[in-house]
C-alpha cells in the first residue's frame, strides 16, 4: 500500500503545478504525507457532499479539478462552509489533491477528455504551450468529427454524450449549417474567442459563455456556439484521470482502488421556460 507522498508525487508528474497559471492554487490542500492510502476518489468539485462521499467509501484522498481555497481565506472555522469541509477531512484523515488549469494544459488533459466524450480526433491544442517542443500540450484543442453532421446534430450529440445538467446544450448560430471542425475547451472558454475565430473552425464547445462575447462571436462570422454546463464539460477529466491513476497503480503494484464521483455537483438544479426554442 502507498504512501500519500507517493501518490502525490505521481499525481505531480502527470499535471506538473508548475504548469498551473500564476493565479491558480493546486496541489495538496491537506493530508499526512506518510498516511497510507488503498482508495481513491476523483471529482470535479471539492463540497462537502464529494467528502461525505468519501467517507462513506472509505477513501483516503480525494483528487478535485477545482481549488477548494482559490482566492485564499482567513479562517476554516467549521461554522464555514469550505471550514467544514476542512474539518471532515482532517478529522477522518482524508487528503485532499487539486490539479486545475495544470490539468486544463496536460497532455492528455481536461479537453482531451472532452474531445473523448464526444468521439472527436484531436490535431492540436488551441492555444499551445511555448514550452511544449512537441507542441501537444496547451489549452483547449482544435478537433475534427469523423464524418460532417449540422450545428444541430453536434450539439445533440453533445446533449447525449455529457452527463445531463439543469442547464442542458445552448446553442448559437444556424443549426443547419455544415460542421466538419471544432473547438473544445473545458470550462469556462469565452476569454478564447480570439484563438477560435484564428483556428477557422465551424464550431466552439464550452461553458460559461456570456452574452456580449457570444453575440459579438457570431456577429463576428458564421461560428456556432455549443454551450454546455461548466461541471459537465469538465467531469470526463474525471474518468480520463482515474483511468491514468489506474495505471499508475498496476504499474507499481499498489492495487488501488479508484473511484470516479457521478454526483452532480453542478450549482444548478431546475431549468425553467417560457416558450423559448429549445
Known amino acids: 500500500m ?3 507522498s507517493e501518490v502525490i508525487s505521481e499525481l505531480d508528474a502527470l499535471w506538473p503545478p508548475e504548469r498551473a497559471e500564476g493565479w491558480d492554487a493546486v496541489g495538496t490542500v491537506c493530508g499526512d504525507p506518510d498516511a497510507e492510502v488503498d482508495r481513491v476518489l476523483f471529482a470535479v468539485d471539492p463540497v462537502q457532499d464529494i467528502v461525505d462521499e468519501a467517507l462513506k467509501l472509505g477513501a483516503q484522498l480525494i ?3 477545482h481549488p477548494l481555497y482559490l482566492r485564499g481565506t482567513t479562517t476554516v472555522a467549521a461554522g464555514t462552509f469550505k471550514g467544514r469541509v476542512v474539518h471532515t477531512l482532517i478529522k477522518h484523515d482524508i487528503a485532499l489533491h487539486v490539479a486545475h488549469t ?5 497532455d492528455p488533459g481536461v479537453s482531451d477528455a472532452l474531445a473523448g466524450a464526444l468521439d472527436l480526433r484531436v490535431e492540436r491544442p488551441l492555444v499551445p504551450d511555448p514550452t511544449d ?24 450529440r453533445a446533449a447525449a454524450r455529457l452527463p445531463a445538467t439543469a442547464q442542458g446544450i445552448r446553442l448559437a448560430g444556424d443549426p443547419d449549417a455544415l460542421v466538419r471542425t471544432v473547438a473544445v ?37 458564421s461560428l456556432g456556439l455549443v454551450d454546455a454546463a461548466h461541471w459537465a464539460t469538465e467531469w470526463p477529466w474525471c474518468e480520463q484521470a482515474a483511468a ?7 504499474r507499481h503494484g499498489w492495487d488501488l482502488r479508484v473511484h470516479i464521483s457521478k454526483q452532480v455537483t453542478d450549482p444548478w438544479t431546475t431549468h425553467h421556460s417560457s416558450g423559448a426554442p429549445n
Open 2 to 4: 502507498p504512501r500519500l
Open 63 to 65: 483528487v478535485t479539478h
Open 102 to 106: 495544470n490539468a486544463d494544459s496536460a
Open 133 to 156: 517542443p512537441a507542441g501537444r500540450r496547451g489549452l483547449g484543442r482544435i478537433c475534427t468529427l469523423g464524418n460532417p453532421e449540422t450545428l444541430g446534430e453536434f450539439a445533440a
Open 185 to 221: 475547451s473545458g470550462g469556462s472558454g469565452d476569454s478564447l474567442f480570439d484563438a477560435v475565430r484564428a483556428a477557422g473552425v465551424d464550431a466552439f464547445l464550452t461553458a460559461d459563455l456570456r452574452h456580449h462575447p457570444a453575440s459579438e462571436a457570431v456577429q463576428h462570422s
Open 244 to 250: 491514468q491513476l489506474d495505471a499508475i497503480s498496476d
